[in-house]
């Protein structure tokens, strides 16, 4: 075993280059707070407290050991897929894009194991699609509903959704390695400005290439820090010559996925190289900037091709649905195809749009260039709540139970207002005059069953039926209608009927209240359920921003060749409203005056240092250069914490940058998400009625007209008909008869303005910053002001289609 760096190991007896990165990994035990997962144990007793404090030096709890990195899931997967039959990958090879992914990503995948794996899903897949799509044809409790919805297109629907389902997931596991390299490589690049941050730090203390390189991998993060470790074990045996020649060949590795990285290296060697020490400093600070320039310059060019994107997620996801209602019906009439059936209808708004939209919308934040990560807060942290609690003053309720609540309550009231209305109607019957309609008095009228609306207007039950009134009627005016003919005329005349505003039978109350109840319960839900840490979040981040500027006094103290307890404390008394001073500065100093631990330990201490409840990772990899840096002396420490302050200050104003260049075009899809999609869906919903009503007044009139109108035209020898009547020939009143009824179109596009409700804030957050919390907080607030917009907008468009449509 050879050590490299502190407190790393590193066995000899690798392979050449990145071998050794691809099957094993140097694994740092910590024994404080790790990346997602802090531990915060309480209910000890205060001899378990006090015996800590025996141990005192952290570095000394501090284990390495080598172990095997263990296969990805993928891997593991394509590897047992193979053993079932290692033929079908025989003699397969890598392309050179393929060939750069795996090696990228250090995975122990070969090409017959990878494309096994391909051919071997393709046909099992396949063959499992053909006999699903068969066994479906063959059950006709499936294929049935399914053929009088879809029509002749049943048998496309059985057969290809099943077929083109499987090519989808084929393709998935296809791109899986690029994808995963391109994902693997967008992480590691957030670091790029800390990795060279750190670079110059070092240099800047002492000029030597390798220590530094060292201190960036020890405080680094991401691929980058791992390469750098993995770059200094390969010029120990023998790989490389030199430290610089292992650091080109790394600079051109990454220059194909960051050209400002492959240039800050090249920077950073030729620094090594000067040896007046102003001038090294000159280009030290010139790389820093060019490395930011950069960044600002992929930003505002990301900011500024953010304007096409989110024209298309407004195009695709508002006007597209508003096209097709009057599209789908016309070509269904023209066509006798259910092209606005129910069922295609769904796929078309529920699955197609918001699957196309949502993936647009992940390939723009994919794009995204890196920058800050907001610290995550785990379950655990000691000030949150219990799980699933919520805070009404100082009581703290079930949440699960207060969701039940409401919903119970919400669905009851929906219930009460689609029978009863406001007031009551129940309740009016002793006020008013007999014979009155209690509607007449009514703030919010109940919803009109079919029965009452055949009372009202004094239909018998079999009105519309065969047999009935209308059926009668017709065949009475046109004995020469066949009897599918009057069918269609009799459908046609009751759609006719129910379209009007007077005789409108869709539950509007019932569907508005339960629509309304489900945007409460996700607002209880995730309000509630990520507030609290939201809180926390913020805090640790305005503590992140205090940090920045504390280190300033904390270094000048230093500079004046005060102890490092001494600057903390005149920091903390300096600073004494900053939530930092006590929380951080003031605990280290009482632990180190009142407990007697080390600068180390009253920071890092498992159970007593000044961390333990700070999850940022900032704050953490700061207070560990500080303490690195004062074991080298007190001048070192304040050179280096001026290094850090204006590295932070840096990515402090990149992320700002970032807010501001998309704060338009955030705001602009607020506000589209919020209330214009669901507006214009609103009026969407009223728009089917009219194309509807429209349709089959124009169907109905030339019903038994066709035939008569074409024999016509051959006896006087005009066969393209007469002016107008020519494309009504072609319309077709089965294609009327298949379409969707207002209550189903309304739920359709209701469940389609959810969906468009957490696509839109979903790329609006991803965007402007990568964090779940802001996203699921956003989404409570977003959804009922989205439902209520909707919920006006559909009112609204009823009252103006009723007037007009009489």
């Avoid at 590897?79 to 393929?98: D, L, N, Q």
């Avoid at 470790?229 to 790989?239: A, S």
């Avoid at 007449?440 to 029965?451: F, G, M, R, T, V």
Wanted: neutral net charge.
């Amino acid at each position: 075993m050879e050590k490299l760096g502190k407190g790393t190991f590193i066995e000899k007896g690798f392979g050449r280059h990145q071998k050794s990165a691809i099957k094993y990994f140097l694994i740092k035990k910590r024994i404080c707070m790790q990346k997602k997962e802090v531990r915060y144990e309480k209910g000890l007793s205060p001899g378990q407290l006090y015996s800590e404090l025996g141990k005192a030096n952290i570095s000394e709890q501090e284990e390495t050991e080598l172990k095997k990195k263990a296969d990805e899931p993928f891997v593991k997967f394509c590897k047992r897929v193979y053993a079932i039959s290692p033929s079908m990958g025989a003699g397969a090879k890598y392309t050179e894009e393929y060939k750069k992914a795996i090696d990228f990503l250090g995975w122990d995948l070969k090409p017959e194991e990878f494309s096994g794996t391909i051919k071997f899903f393709t046909i099992v897949l396949i063959l499992i699609a053909f006999a699903i799509g068969m066994i479906a044809l063959m059950t006709p409790a499936i294929s049935e509903p399914i053929a009088a919805s879809a029509g002749p297109m049943a048998y496309l629907y059985l057969l290809g959704g099943p077929i083109l389902l499987v090519f989808i997931v084929v393709n998935f596991i296809q791109k899986y390695p690029i994808n995963a390299a391109a994902d693997e490589k967008k992480r590691a690049l957030t670091y790029v400005p800390q990795i060279i941050g750190y670079l110059i730090m070092s240099l800047k203390l002492v000029p030597n290439l390798e220590k530094a390189i060292e201190f960036a991998a020890e405080h680094g993060k991401g691929k980058i820090a791992d390469d750098f470790k993995v770059l200094l074990w390969n010029v120990q045996i023998g790989v490389f010559n030199t430290v610089p020649e292992a650091l080109d060949d790394l600079a051109y590795r990454w220059g194909d996925y960051s050209s400002e990285f492959k240039e800050a290296l090249m920077m950073i060697r030729a620094s090594i190289l000067e040896d007046n020490e102003a001038k090294r400093y000159s280009l030290l600070d010139k790389t820093m900037v060019s490395v930011l320039e950069s960044i600002r310059g992929k930003m505002e060019q990301y900011a500024r091709d953010l304007s096409q994107p989110a024209n298309t997620l407004f195009y695709v996801g508002v006007l597209l649905p508003l096209i097709l209602i009057i599209i789908l019906p016309i070509g269904s009439v023209f066509s006798a195809s259910p092209m606005a059936s129910p069922l295609v209808l769904a796929f078309i708004y529920n699955i197609a749009i918001p699957g196309f939209a949502l993936m647009y919308a992940r390939n723009i934040v994919k794009g995204r260039p890196p920058t800050y990560t907001p610290p995550y807060i785990p379950d655990n942290y000691p000030t949150l709540p219990k799980k699933w609690a919520m805070k009404i003053g100082k009581t703290q309720l079930d949440l699960r139970l207060m969701i039940v609540i409401v919903l119970i309550f919400g669905l009851a009231f929906s219930w009460y207002f689609h029978s009863e209305g406001m007031p009551p109607k129940s309740l009016l019957k002793g006020f008013i005059e007999e014979g009155a309609e209690p509607a007449q008095y009514q703030i919010l009228a109940p919803d009109k069953s079919i029965e009452e609306v055949y009372e009202k207007n004094n239909f018998a039950a079999n009105h519309f039926l065969p047999g009935g009134e209308v059926y009668l009627e017709l065949k009475s005016e046109d004995a020469k209608l066949e009897e599918k003919q009057l069918l269609q005329k009799v459908e046609l005349e009751r759609m006719k009927f129910f379209s009007t505003a007077e005789n409108d039978i869709t539950p509007y109350n019932l569907l508005f209240g339960v629509l309304l109840t489900i945007a409460a319960c996700c607002f209880v839900y995730f309000h509630y359920r990520h507030i609290y840490k939201r809180k926390i979040q913020l805090e640790i981040m305005e503590m992140e921003h205090e940090f920045k500027d504390s280190l300033y006094i904390l270094a000048s103290r230093l500079g004046e060749n005060r102890p490092v307890e001494e600057a903390l404390d005149h920091t903390r008394r300096f600073l004494p409203n900053l939530k930092i001073s006590d929380r951080i500065f003031g605990k280290t100093i009482d632990n180190i005056k009142m407990l007697g631990l080390t600068l180390e330990s009253a920071v890092f201490h498992p159970r007593y240092g000044s961390l333990v409840a700070i999850p940022s990772d900032i704050i953490r990899t700061g207070m560990k250069i500080l303490v690195d840096s004062v074991r080298l002396g007190v001048n070192v420490a304040s050179r280096t914490l001026i290094s850090l302050c204006m590295q932070l200050e840096n990515s402090e104003k990149v992320t700002k940058l970032m807010r501001d260049l998309i704060s338009d075009i955030s705001m602009m899809m607020v506000t589209i998400s919020s209330f214009i999609a669901p507006a214009v869906l609103g009026i969407t919903s009223a728009l089917q009625k009219v194309v509807m009503n429209t349709l089959a007044s124009i169907v109905s009139s030339n019903v038994g007209k066709a035939s008569e109108q074409a024999t016509s035209d051959i006896a006087s020898s005009n066969p393209l008909g007469g002016g107008s009547d020519f494309g009504s020939s072609f319309l077709k009143p089965e294609g009327l008869q298949g379409m969707a009824t207002p209550f189903e179109f309304l739920v359709i596009i209701a469940i389609y303005v959810i969906e468009l409700v957490i696509i839109m804030n979903y790329f609006t957050t991803k965007i402007e910053e990568d964090n779940d919390l802001t996203f699921k907080l956003r989404l409570a607030k977003a959804l009922p002001i989205a439902i209520t917009a909707f919920t006006v907008a559909v009112i609204a468009a009823n009252l103006l289609v009723g007037g007009f449509m009489g």
